[in-house]
């Protein structure tokens, strides 16, 4: 058995089931990709420990597959979130190629944690964005601008990161992973380029310009991935933590959360959220101690999970109403009960209410940050918890509790999508009812903390009593917020160049395809004559197809090999 689990690498699941998904019939494909999601998790939590894949290839050594103490649970809540999204996918018709290119792109999330050297881990970056960025366009319409302005960003902080491993491999001669990474100017460019991914401030816009954007499964999947991959990735780039990296997470959390105030749109709310969210993460790490790694990785494991049930509670509200804005929907949590019940478990998590998730891996990151003596940045965190509580307050008032302002048709909802719900919440039940099932399986060392001592539970009740009454003093004024793209004032230059960039690549893809366009059909009229002069001449170029494609497969098992 074990000789099976360590000879393929997990992630290839994820991309068979992606090849099925792109010829099979849509039940069969996802039928496939549930099956193969699903099973990774097994496959990851069965793998002995250490264990690794390497493979030589271009004159380097790769480990396509490393199961370690920090990789384990990442990879692992992946593959139950993967589940998930694929169910709530099909759930919400997404259609059989938004199936293959999520299952590719969490496939190459689930590589990128796994890999066990630099240069993998950068292959499995760029595939990241290539396939997310398919994954926006896929859905077209006001989705495509936004897909040009995420891929111009991670351009960026891939070439970055590019930069930084290649500086790396010439200070230590090695790609692989565990001899830390080269100070100096390779980490300060590695902690920039997997920035961009994180959301640090300023690096942030595509996270709410994009994930509101395409089909509710889609996002589902990217609000899952993208950044959490970061998240591993700045804790193998810095170790031992950075006082820097801790302020930005602290400056994450703050100016984020509110963001997520001002929005009227269920998904930029949420998607402002992630960049809070992260920023406790951020600041784990950069407090560089075993106890901020586990915090880290606990906030990391629940966040992948409460945060993708609050973008399926989003999606149910705008496939079920036709629309997300807060400024139209009302009076739901009578007409959509099961809907609501959910929304409430996945917003008692992310705001870390006793009793779910959120409390129990937002609590050791707080106890990390206090041990370590940061008081100013503890205080941050705390006030972000704060404006966490009021964010929710106010979606839950608006989207279910007050009366609609004007009449909303309600369609029914699938089964399918109900099971989904319900399933996706009870692991935010189930890691607050029982932090040990959380904390048992997280890297470095919780230290002894008691989420439900009495002290934590007192700080938490005044953090959710200072949120609840922030919203309610607050409420005439938050109703007055016109919907609009505040981000886009606050970072002008920063839009005007992303969409600049865009607008110069669908120009090029334009004359590109003119291009092209007028020279196949010149050579089309060409072969068109050669055909009546031979009629196998059509056939020979497919053959060349096949057999140059047969010979790709076959030195690629002879180098794996």
């Known amino acids: 058995m074990n000789d099976l689990l360590l000879s393929v690498p997990p992630w290839v699941a994820f991309l068979l089931a992606a090849a099925v998904a792109f010829v099979a019939p849509r039940r069969i494909g996802y039928l496939v990709g549930v099956l193969a999601t699903a099973i990774t998790v097994p496959w990851l939590l ?23 103490a920090l990789a384990r649970p990442v990879a692992a809540v992946f593959g139950v979130a993967a589940t998930l999204a694929v169910a709530y996918a099909y759930a919400t018709d997404a259609d059989a190629r938004t199936n293959a290119y999520a299952l590719a792109h969490m496939g190459v999330a689930v590589a990128a944690v796994l890999v066990g050297d ?49 500086l790396h491999y010439t200070a230590v001669g090695t790609f692989a992973m565990g001899v830390g990474f080269a100070d100096g100017l390779p980490t300060a460019l590695a902690v920039l380029g997997v920035g961009v991914n994180l959301g640090f401030v300023g690096l942030h816009y595509w996270v709410p310009d994009t994930y509101p954007r395409p089909h509710v499964a889609a996002s589902v999947v990217l609000a899952g991935f993208t950044t959490k991959v970061a998240v591993y990735a700045l804790a193998r780039v810095v170790p031992d933590g950075s006082a820097l990296v801790a302020w930005m997470g602290g400056a994450m959390v703050l ?29 784990a790490i950069g407090v560089g101690t075993a106890a901020g790694t586990a915090g880290a990785v606990a906030h990391l494991s629940t966040h992948v999970l409460y945060k993708g049930l609050l973008f399926m509670v989003a999606g149910a509200l705008l496939y079920r109403t036709g629309t997300e804005s807060l400024k139209r929907l009302g009076g739901l949590g009578r007409r959509m009960p099961l809907t609501f019940a959910v929304f409430l478990v996945a917003a008692l998590a992310i705001s870390g209410v006793p009793g779910f998730s959120g409390f129990v891996s937002k ?39 007050r009366t609609a302002p004007e009449p ?25 009812l029982a932090p040990d099932l959380l904390y048992g399986a997280l890297p470095g060392d919780t230290g002894g903390f008691a989420p439900y001592a009495a002290a934590e539970l007192t700080k938490v009740a005044l953090v959710t009593a200072a949120g609840v009454l922030a919203f309610a003093t607050l409420r005439d004024a938050i109703a007055r917020v016109p919907s609009a793209d505040v981000d886009r004032l606050l970072h002008p230059v920063a839009f005007r160049l992303a969409t600049a960039s865009a607008d110069a690549v669908i120009a090029a893809g334009r004359r590109a395809d003119g291009a092209l366009a007028t020279a196949l059909s010149r050579s089309t009229d060409r072969l068109a004559d050669d055909d009546r002069r031979d009629p196998l001449g059509g056939r020979f170029g497919t053959t060349l197809l096949v057999v140059a494609a047969a010979l790709g497969v076959a030195l690629l098992v002879a180098q794996l090999g």
């Open 363 to 401: 609590g050791l990151v707080l106890k990390a940050v206090e041990q370590r003596g940061g008081d100013l940045l503890w205080w941050a965190l705390v006030i972000g918890g704060v404006g966490t509580v009021l964010s929710f307050a106010k979606v839950g008032y608006y989207a279910f509790v």
């Open 408 to 432: 909303l048709d309600v369609r029914p909802a699938p089964l399918a999508l109900s099971a989904v719900l319900l399933v996706a919440a009870v692991p935010s039940i189930a890691f607050g």
């Open 118 to 166: 630099w240069l993998s881990l950068l292959v499995a970056w760029e595939l990241l964005a290539v396939t997310a960025t398919v994954l926006v366009w896929h859905h077209g319409g006001t989705a495509v601008r936004p897909g040009f302005r995420y891929a111009v960003y991670h351009l960026v902080g891939g070439a970055l990161l590019v930069a930084a491993v290649v």
């Open 46 to 68: 069965l793998a002995p420990a250490e264990s690794t894949l390497v493979v030589s290839s271009l004159g380097f050594e790769q480990t396509l597959y490393r199961v370690d």
């Open 255 to 283: 100016y984020a959360v509110w963001m997520a105030v001002l929005q009227t749109d269920v998904r930029r709310l949420l998607s402002y959220h992630i960049v809070s969210q992260v920023g406790y993460m951020v600041a």
